[in-house]
């Protein structure tokens, strides 16, 4: 028989749109200006572990059967209006990943992104918290808000400096905790050891019953992040947790061009190493930054595992209409 | 030999790993926010029946495992092998101890069974759910007793003991539960 219900109920399906305009009720209180932008992108995230689904333009017009990319995120394109004077902005949009699928993860799912210009991450952090805590504070215990440092956290579940350690020291990590090391994981990088140990050992212990962020990561996992040029140099970077789920991903942007521009090149070298196809590097941003982008933070919030948090569910079918299977 | 990556994998599929054929019971995708995303597989060595939990890098892959189940009847054991048939082929396969395992004190001659087959050797062996056989020892128990309280043990015809109520008799034929080891019922002849 061919399935053809949703997968969510209709209950669920109602807080979703409650959820909807509370969040639009809170950026609006705030002046925080709604924002649409395309899906579709001639330029793609050259992020190595991120695959883009990418169509065909067929036509009329000068991008006749052009490769055109659905995107990871909003952000190249809401940068190019924060570069324009936009203000503070967010839009609630589809994003879509190739090859993530799982009880948390679904190839096209809604993201909440917003930037705040002349905020700093930290006070990010906090309008992340009073965000939640208005959508959810009612529907699940939350006991209260932790703010943890990348090196706090691997210090008290490892006793390692996470900046500062080797790969000899997560190896021997990852053994005292009986982990399986993938075969093909490039094990004399520290990035992968850092991941295996985080995914496997601390995510699910982070946000119990509570707000857990996380910041202030290695600068080798900056993405779009500022890089403090401390010593070692740190990403300005934050990821928000709830009962081990990761909910959130901020930045204190990074608005410099040139940096962008070569950690975008260096995105595509490694994209080649590790044999995923290169993306086009997106100009227009490029161009955007050195006319002047202010200085802002912004963060992306996974609005489907929000839901899936607040009804209690153990996967993000519960809440969305008709997941990949059954799309 | 056909080739499986992480994106295939889901529960049931049977891949080599470590030289021994696997069954995936479970396969979750882990990603951290940025970065490398890994795929956390449960699965059980389908040859020591051990679960065991590795980590594949998305994007991964392992060489599938020729494990097939198939329906054969129960022949006769010399002791060191027993013998199965293939009711269709009529060819004969013959299990190890080590493939028969427990359902050794179930197996009746002409049960059949489910045999799991690796590159056309018996893997493992499960008996019929329900097997009848015939008591071949038990104590007299209480006349009268038709409740089938308490019980007592009974020996049947295989060598395995199993309770059964106080009012079943040595020489009756009953029906028993493999998996729970049970008995389930008296069986009129």
Redesign the interface.
């Known amino acids: 028989m061919i399935t053809w219900h949703p997968t969510a109920d209709f209950v669920n399906l109602k807080l979703r749109a409650d959820f909807l305009k509370k969040t639009r009720e809170f950026f609006a209180s705030r002046r925080v200006l709604e924002v649409e932008t395309p899906t579709l992108s001639a330029a793609a995230v050259n ?1 190595p ?1 991120m695959k883009v689904f990418s169509t065909i333009y067929s036509g009329p017009g000068k991008h006749y059967s052009k490769v055109l990319y659905l995107q990871t995120s909003p952000e190249f394109h809401m940068k190019r209006l924060l570069a324009a004077g936009s203000g503070c902005i967010y839009q609630v949009t589809r994003a879509f990943r190739d ?7 679904n190839p096209e799912f809604t993201i909440l992104e917003w930037y705040r210009v002349g905020f700093d991450y930290h006070q990010l952090m906090d309008e992340v918290t009073e965000l939640v805590m208005q959508l959810v504070g009612d529907r699940i215990e939350l006991s209260g808000v932790e703010h943890l440092s990348y090196a706090e956290l691997f210090n008290c579940h490892f006793n390692i400096n996470p900046h500062r350690t080797s790969v000899a020291e997560l190896a021997s990590c990852a053994m005292e905790w009986n ?7 490039d094990t004399n990088d520290p ?2 050891w ?3 140990l ?3 050992c601390i ?1 699910p212990q982070l946000g119990l019953g509570k707000l857990t962020f996380i910041y202030d ?1 290695p600068a080798s ?1 900056a ?1 779009l992040a500022r890089i403090r040029p401390d010593n070692p140099p740190i990403s300005e ?1 934050f ?1 928000l947790y709830i009962n081990g789920i ?1 909910l959130a ?1 901020g930045f204190q942007e990074l608005c410099d061009a040139n940096e962008q521009r070569l950690r975008f090149d260096a995105e595509n070298i490694k994209r080649q190493s590790v044999g995923m196809p290169i993306t086009p590097v997106d100009g227009r941003l490029l161009a955007a930054l050195e006319s002047g982008m202010p200085e802002c933070a912004g963060v992306a919030l996974g609005f489907d595992r929000l839901l899936m948090l607040a009804t209690g569910a153990d996967s993000l079918v519960s809440v969305l209409t008709f997941p990949l299977d059954y799309a | 030999m056909t080739i499986y990556s992480t ?1 295939e994998f889901k529960g049931g599929l049977k891949i080599m790993l470590d030289g021994d054929p696997c069954a995936i019971i479970e396969n ?11 795929n ?1 597989v449960k699965l059980r060595n389908l040859k020591t029946g051990k679960i065991v ?8 892959t392992a060489e599938g495992a020729d494990v097939i189940d198939v329906e054969l009847q129960y022949l006769y054991s010399d002791g060191e092998y027993w013998y199965f048939m293939d009711q269709q082929t009529y060819e004969q396969l013959a299990a190890d101890v080590v493939a028969v395992g427990d359902a050794a004190k179930w197996l009746k001659e002409e049960a059949i069974c489910q045999v799991t087959l690796w590159n056309g050797v018996p893997l493992s062996v499960s008996p019929p759910n329900f097997v009848i056989m015939t008591i071949v020892e038990t104590d007299p128990g209480l006349r009268g007793d038709t409740s089938g309280s308490g019980g007592k043990p009974a020996m049947l015809e295989t060598g395995i003991v199993v309770r059964v109520p106080l009012f079943v008799q040595i020489g009756e034929v009953i029906k028993v539960d493999t998996r729970t080891g049970q008995y389930v019922s008296r069986v009129k002849e």
């Open positions: 992020d572990y090859g993530e699928a799982g009880r948390y993860h982990l399986s090391i993938p075969e093909t994981m990035d992968p850092l991941s295996l985080l995914t496997h995510e990561y996992q993405a970077r990821e990761e991903n | 994106s979750e995708f882990v990603k951290p926010g940025k970065g490398q995303s890994f956390r939990d590795r980590t594949f890098r998305s994007g991964d």
